[in-house]
Nanobody, 125 residues
Framework: QLQLVESGGGLVQPGEFLRLSCAAS????????IAWFRQAPGKEREEVSC????????KYADFAEGRFYISRDNAANKVWLNIDRLEPEDTAVYYC??????????????????WGQGTQVTVSS
């Protein structure tokens, strides 16, 4: 049974950089599509980025293009989300989710079977 644990969130100032980690256990993360979602207070959860099982491709939400970067480290069994030039609007709980042998362009939020508990990112001066 795959389990996911997010970390790396915190309180940062606008313009700073954060690297979020999604650590997998119980199974090899390379066999899963891994997506990052976020949920801001009072808003619906939205997808940020996704990386295909087997690293065939990546997908980014329009707002994430240019500032967000997803990558996978199979040796460490982790998926990373780099966030550059953080903005107050990035304040949210960030979650990673997994779908076995998934391809990002075919998946919607309800397809993901495994979720982490989330990590809080707060961007404020």
């Amino acid at each position: 049974q795959l389990q996911l644990v997010e970390s790396g969130g915190g309180l940062v100032q606008p313009g700073e950089f954060l690297r979020l980690s999604c650590a997998a256990s119980g199974h090899s993360v390379e066999h899963y599509a891994i997506a990052w979602f976020r949920q801001a207070p009072g808003k619906e959860r939205e997808e940020v980025s996704c990386i295909d099982a087997g690293d065939a491709g990546k997908k980014y939400a329009d707002f994430a293009e240019g500032r967000f970067y997803i990558s996978r480290d199979n040796a460490a069994n982790k998926v990373w989300l780099n966030i550059d030039r953080l903005e107050p609007e990035d304040t949210a709980v960030y979650y990673c989710a997994a779908e076995f042998w998934g391809l990002c362009h075919r998946l919607v939020m309800g397809d993901y079977d495994v979720w982490g508990q989330g990590t809080q990112v707060t961007v404020s001066s």
